[in-house]
């Protein structure tokens, strides 16, 4: 029944990576509860310590994760428009065009957000350039605690 665990919990954290670049998966709290899972088996130990800080952060990075986009749409001059049109393209970039729709389609989609709401095309591109870089720094934390999770997974088999 352990090693049945452990592979589940492995399982877990490749997703929890995998999960940081596509967002039907949710990466960061799948790879917590990789950890979790291995925290039950006698092969693993952490301290409750550990788990409650890594718990915390997953919980903030995964709602920041929502935030980050539409921040760096308004902060690069985006409407409201802009913003639903960058998670729009978002969603169908990963759906009809993967891998490349995960990061082309919110960019597309905000630019088409604000010319529907009026704009010229140099203020549409650079409210899709913000929701890129709120994208892809969203994808960073993401990517950054998962992998602390997955050094961890692998030092306590080890």
Known sequence: MEYALIILAGILIVLGIIGCF???????PLGYVGLLLLHFTSH????TTTLVVLGIVVVLVSALDYFVPVWGTKKFGGSKLGVVGSV?????????????????????????GELVNGDDLPKAVKSGFGSFLG?????????AVS????????????
Not at 22 to 28: D, I, R
Not at 44 to 47: P, T
Not at 147 to 158: G, H, N, T
């Open 88 to 112: 729009a393209g978002l969603l169908i970039g990963v759906f009809f065009f993967p891998p490349l729709g995960i990061i082309v389609g919110p960019f597309l989609g905000a630019i088409a």
């Open 147 to 158: 992998i602390v999770m997955a050094y961890y997974f692998v030092e306590r088999l080890m």
């Open 135 to 143: 994208y892809l720094f969203g994808t960073s934390i993401k990517l």
């Open 44 to 47: 693993a130990h952490f301290s």
């Open 22 to 28: 596509l967002p039907v998966l949710p990466g960061p």
